[in-house]
């Protein structure tokens, strides 16, 4: 069993950014690759971002190529999402998800409860 809590989540104006962490405990955590998703009220949830599990490579999807970056510690067995150049369209519940695949799918084995992101206009 990995537990994940997502962090960092608030209300944010237009252009403003936030660090959201995921701190996991359980299993080994470098063990896993990390993903990043988000759910806006009304949408599918879909992946935001993904790093592998000693974070050679990453995944973005295109909607934030240039503004979000994703990392990890794995001494501190946390991952990161750091947001920048927030948009309205942001505005979702953010979730980390760990498992044994770097995947942009939802195919992860384990999730947190996710931190709302508001960004007003």
């Known amino acids: 069993q990995v537990q994940l809590v997502e962090s960092g989540g608030g209300l944010v104006q237009a252009g403003g950014s936030l660090r959201l962490s995921c701190a996991a405990s359980?299993?080994?955590?470098?063990?896993?690759?990390v993903g990043w998703f988000r759910q806006a009220p009304g949408k599918e949830r879909e992946i935001v971002a993904a790093?592998?599990?000693?974070?050679?490579?990453?995944y973005y999807t295109d909607s934030v190529k240039g503004r979000f970056t994703i990392s990890r510690a794995n001494a501190k067995i946390t991952a990161y999402l750091q947001v920048n150049s927030l948009k309205p369209e942001d505005t979702a519940v953010y979730y980390c998800?760990?498992?044994?695949?770097?995947?942009?799918?939802?195919?992860?084995?384990?999730w947190g409860q996710g931190t709302q992101v508001t960004v007003s206009s």
């Open positions: 359980g299993r080994t955590f470098s063990n896993y690759a």
């Open positions: 790093i592998s599990r000693d974070g050679s490579s990453t």
């Open positions: 998800a760990a498992g044994r695949r770097f995947q942009t799918t939802e195919a992860y084995d384990y």
